[in-house]
Nanobody
Framework: QVQLVESGGGLVQPGGSLRLSCAAS????????MGWYRQAPGKERELVAH???????LYADSVKGRFTISRDNARNTVYLRMDSLKPEDTAVYYC??????????????WGQGTQVTVSS
């Protein structure tokens, strides 16, 4: 069993900043990729940022230059720093991780989501 718990969402004015955190816990052997998705009401869930264990990070065109993904591997945690927020960034943000469990295979895991609202 693996759990991903997001935190850091909230209400922010346009142009403001937020920092999201996601901590993975459970029977983890190794964590490969970690990333963030978001879903606005009535829309499909979309990739925001993706970070492999090594290599180049990936960002959606809509957030590139404004958002930064980072990882603290010792704490099994991924962060998303969001700057210059826009109303169109309003969504529920979900943490995702590709994880190999102890004595088991690799699978994708999802957090519960944290609400980000950019308004006024």
């Amino acid at each position: 069993q693996v759990q991903l718990v997001e935190s850091g969402g909230g209400l922010v004015q346009p142009g403001g900043s937020l920092r999201l955190s996601c901590a993975a816990s459970g029977s983890i052997f190794s964590i490969h990729t970690m990333g963030w998705y978001r879903q606005a009401p009535g829309k499909e869930r979309e990739l925001v940022a993706h970070s492999p264990s090594s290599g180049t990070t990936l960002y959606a065109d809509s957030v590139k230059g404004r958002f930064t993904i980072s990882r603290d591997n010792a704490r099994n945690t991924v962060y998303l720093r969001m700057d210059s927020l826009k109303p169109e960034d309003t969504a529920v943000y979900y943490c995702n991780a590709h994880i190999t469990i102890m004595r088991g295979p690799a699978n994708d895991y999802w957090g519960q989501g944290t609400q980000v609202t950019v308004s006024s």
